[in-house]
């Protein structure tokens, strides 16, 4: 059963930027049929996705945020990483990190393995 | 971007009865060289991550009740709870896939009357 567990700080002052992992297991992060995403939802908001990667190194990004969000995988780690650059209040939220269904030659579809979402307060 | 709209923002039902929520996308998500719909349904329980549900509009995810089913096509979907049990409450949301950025509606909350 493919698992998705997010790490990071829970804290993180104005202007700096906030670092998070997913590390994935029960399933290799180099599938063909995968993609990888970070997703945010606010206190008591709606959803908002953030960044997507392909083991190969593709990604797609929220034009909103792409400025501030560098993503990354591991593969030999089975992992992936989100960097916010210059964050403020408004980055408060609970990220989730999640497999997205994707495949050939399509854009990535659905969200199908979802971690438990870790909250990261921006607060000095 | 295409803008994700649900209707209505809560309901109450009471247990065994029908709850039907309604999306509608800016712009159509139907995908005329395969004829299907990118757009999938969420659950989201107080705490928990979302659940999927439903995929390309009316596929039911692998384990999830026979009393959940999406319908729909273009800009106009359905997701209807045909009998509501007490652990159906939770927020709803749908969700298109058909470009990039993907985007999500603002959720439907649904309770016990």
């Known amino acids: 059963q493919l698992q998705l567990q997010e790490s990071g700080p829970g804290l993180v002052k104005p202007s700096e930027t906030l670092s998070l992992t997913c590390t994935v297991s029960g399933a290799s992060i180099s599938s063909s049929n995968s993609y990888w995403g970070w997703i945010r939802q606010p206190p008591g908001k709606g959803l908002e996705w953030i960044v997507n990667i392909y083991y190969s190194g593709s990604t797609y990004y929220n034009p909103s945020l792409k400025s501030r969000v560098t993503i990354s995988v591991d593969t030999s780690k089975n992992q992936f990483s989100l960097k916010l650059s210059s964050v403020t209040a408004a980055d408060t939220a609970v990220y989730y990190c999640a497999r997205h269904r994707y495949q050939l030659p399509e854009v990535p579809y659905y969200f199908d393995y979802w971690g438990q979402g870790t909250l990261v307060t921006v607060s000095s | 971007d295409i803008v994700m709209t649900q209707s209505p923002d809560s309901l109450a039902v009471s247990l065994g009865e029908r709850a039907t929520i309604n999306c509608k996308s800016s712009?159509?998500?139907?995908?005329?060289?395969?004829?299907?719909?990118?757009l999938a349904w969420y659950q989201q329980k107080p705490g928990q991550p979302p659940k999927l549900l439903i995929y390309?509009?009316?596929t039911r995810e692998s384990g999830v009740p026979d009393r959940f089913s999406g319908s729909g096509s273009g800009t106009d979907f359905t997701l209807t709870i045909s009998s509501l049990q007490a652990e159906d409450v939770a927020i709803y949301y749908c969700q298109q896939y058909y470009s990039t950025p993907f985007t999500f509606g603002p959720g439907t909350k649904v309770d016990i009357k």
């Open positions: 712009q159509s998500v139907l995908y005329s060289s395969n004829n299907k719909n990118y």
């Open positions: 390309w509009a009316s």
